[in-house]
T-cell receptor
């Protein structure tokens, strides 16, 4: 099983809403990632969890709040987002910090 | 600073033909890994091929192969017998061992023509 599962696939939210993105993997990977991707651009790293601890935060605004409840799950809590936060949000996992990352299908987020 | 450069924003190739996508990178590290990812319109980033910097032999995966020139810091992807399903955005990526930071190039949009 080389699958990273993200839910929901599409999300429309207002600027005052609170929502969460979910990511799950069962490959035993100990590193999990959140990326943001704008159209026709490469993914931009947001957060990295290594062994369930936040190891990298790329100066992401506090309206994005990551959570890693266990080694298989990764959440991204969203609150008071802005229209410019509309993007594809990709979750990924890797066995270590120097192996290939496996990506989910992403959540297409639209902030209205 | 570590960078990855893909100088071809868009390319097209006839079905069954061969195409090469270029990628150069810059690093002072000696222990790193290189990847090519494919992102079709379905959005999911799919690993195409990986190369360990310490290996001199070029990686091959079915119709996909790389030309890894370590001294020149070049990592090109060759797609043989192109298929319509190869139409996608291709990203070259690089990671230094243990950093958890994958550095992506700007991508090459490849269109395979029938």
């Amino acid at each position: 099983d080389t699958e990273v599962t993200q839910t929901p696939k599409h999300l429309v939210m207002g600027m005052t809403n609170k929502k969460s993105l979910k990511c799950e993997q069962h490959m035993g990977h100990r590193a999990m990632y959140w990326y943001k991707q704008k159209a026709k651009k490469p993914p931009e790293l947001m957060f990295v969890y290594s062994y369930e601890k936040l190891s990298i935060n790329e100066s992401v605004p506090s309206r994005f709040s990551p959570e890693c409840p266990n080694s298989s799950l990764l959440n991204l809590h969203l609150h008071a987002l802005q229209p410019e936060d509309s993007a594809l949000y990709l979750c990924a996992s890797s066995r270590t910090g120097n192996t290939e990352a496996f990506f989910g299908q992403g959540t297409r987020l639209t902030v209205v | 600073a570590q960078t990855v450069t893909q100088s071809q924003p868009e390319m097209s190739v006839q079905e069954a033909e061969t195409v090469t996508l270029s990628c150069t990178y810059d690093t002072s590290e000696s222990n790193y890994y290189l990847f090519w990812y494919k992102q079709p319109p379905s959005r999911q980033m799919i690993l195409v091929i990986r190369q360990e910097a310490y290996k001199q032999q070029n990686a091959t995966e079915n119709r996909f192969s790389v030309n890894f020139q370590k001294a020149a810091k070049s990592f090109s992807l060759k797609i043989s017998d192109s298929q319509l399903g190869d139409t996608a955005m291709y990203f070259c990526a690089f990671i230094t061992s243990g950093t958890y930071k994958y550095i992506f190039g700007t991508g090459t949009r490849l269109k395979v023509l029938a």
